[in-house]
């Protein structure tokens, strides 16, 4: 039976000693439960229907199906689910084409296990999990037609100031706690909105932040 606020977890990958690594990491973690590790496609599914995750690791690499068309798969039979890509190839192509499949974003392989909580935790509050360093060239690739997503093309048209003042509102911080935090004025803020209501194509601040939460760009709400 699910803890209520409990985060489940399936680790799909077909190196034993990584799942074990990561059933070690979440061992003890408050809210979070591992429900299983998958080798394959066909393992998770099965592994799906038996209990619903709300977070999946899924390693890129896999063997039959690549992580990419197993992602696809996945989030087709359960679009619930958050996909988090597990890889050791840190392809702006490769990505951009994991997200077109449904996944939430990505971490590198070379990255230590333990940081697996943190990501866990934020792909569960709706966040898109990617490093800021791969931000600007996952969301070329998709601009450049490969798999491209509606919102996150437009999203691709944030600078970076303008996209932290967004998950800022989406977190629900108002303009002057935003100027405060950036050491910029309250106007120069509500400048940086207005931008960024133009280039969403959207003509309010809600629907700006909807637009965002449903991309997976900000998080839903704030951690505790």
Do not use: Y
Not at 52 to 67: E, I, S, T, Y
Not at 82 to 87: A, S
Not at 209 to 222: D, Q
């Amino acid at each position: 039976m699910r803890t209520p606020d409990a985060i489940d977890v399936l680790v799909v990958d077909d190196h034993e000693l990584f799942c074990e690594a990561i059933g070690l990491a979440l061992q003890g973690e408050a809210g979070l439960r591992l429900l299983a590790a998958a080798h394959d496609l066909d393992e998770a599914l099965a592994r799906c229907a038996d209990h619903p995750p709300d977070v999946v690791l899924m390693d890129v690499d896999l063997p039959g199906v690549d992580g990419v068309e197993a992602t696809r798969r996945l989030r087709a039979a359960h679009p619930e689910a958050r996909v988090v890509m597990i890889t050791g190839l840190e392809d702006p192509a490769l990505i951009a084409s994991a997200l077109a499949a449904g996944a939430c974003g990505f971490v590198p392989k070379t990255r230590a296990v333990e940081e697996l909580v943190d990501v866990v935790r934020r792909a569960a509050a709706g966040e898109l999990v990617m490093p800021e360093a791969h931000l600007a060239p996952v969301l070329a690739e998709l601009q450049a037609g490969r798999g491209a997503r509606p919102d996150l093309l437009l999203l691709a048209r944030l600078t970076p100031r303008e996209g932290e003042i967004l998950r800022a509102l989406a977190a629900g911080d108002g303009i002057p706690e935003i100027a405060e935090r950036l050491g910029i004025s309250a106007l120069t803020v509500q400048s940086h909105v207005k931008n960024i209501l133009a280039k969403l194509n959207v003509h309010s601040r809600l629907e700006a932040v909807t637009l965002a939460w449903r991309a997976g760009f900000a998080p839903t709400a704030r951690s505790a």
